[in-house]
């Protein structure tokens, strides 16, 4: 399936309830190229009310740490497992991830990133392992079928523990780096 297709079709699902109740459907955002893709859990309000992943304050933050560590939101991909928003911020249901959890398969299977990063327990858990502990792993890489993978603090987690931020930068210097072995390797090999 090509991107416009897939966009569309995301756009106009109606697979699950969540599509009754959404305002936008937030597909994603950024580089369609991107080495680097980072996934998060769900859409919030703002995000709903905007169409784009991480608009409201966890995203004011993630956007502090890229620009500390140097990243730009244009140069990586930014998306969600669910593409709606559920009620109330509600964790998303595990039926909701499998019905949508296709739109973003097709997202990374045609961006194909070297780097994945998921944004926070619920992504991990859908991505890495069910029983991912955020708490333990998060900056530890594993590598799956060429693509390099981590976890990171969701940035909500960091506006209610700002204790845990210190860890956060930590984790996105070491992803900013691997970013930039990613790019050299490539540029080596040309
Ligand atoms: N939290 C998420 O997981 N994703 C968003 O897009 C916004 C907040």
Known sequence: MDWNTLEEACRSCNRCELGRTRT?????????????MFIGEAPGEQEDKM????????GQLLDKYFEAVGIERSEVYIANI?????PQNRDPLPAEQDTCIEYLRGQVSLIRPKLIVCLGRI??????????????????WIER???AMTAVYHPSL??????????????M???KARLDAVRASASGSR
């Not at 669910?82 to 559920?86: A, D, E, T, V």
Request: hydrophobic residues 35%; charged residues 30%.
């Open 145 to 147: 079928s060429g693509v």
């Open 24 to 36: 936008n459907c937030v597909f994603g955002t950024g580089s369609k190229t991107a080495e680097l």
């Open 82 to 86: 669910l593409k709606c928003r559920p």
């Open 173 to 175: 210097k070491e992803i």
């Open 123 to 140: 992504a991990a858990m859908r991505i890495i392992r069910p029983d991912y502990r955020i708490t333990l792993e998060h900056g530890q």
């Open 51 to 58: 169409g784009i992943p991480f608009v409201g304050r966890a």
């Open 158 to 171: 960091l506006l209610r523990d700002p204790r845990k931020r210190e860890d956060m930068l930590v984790d």
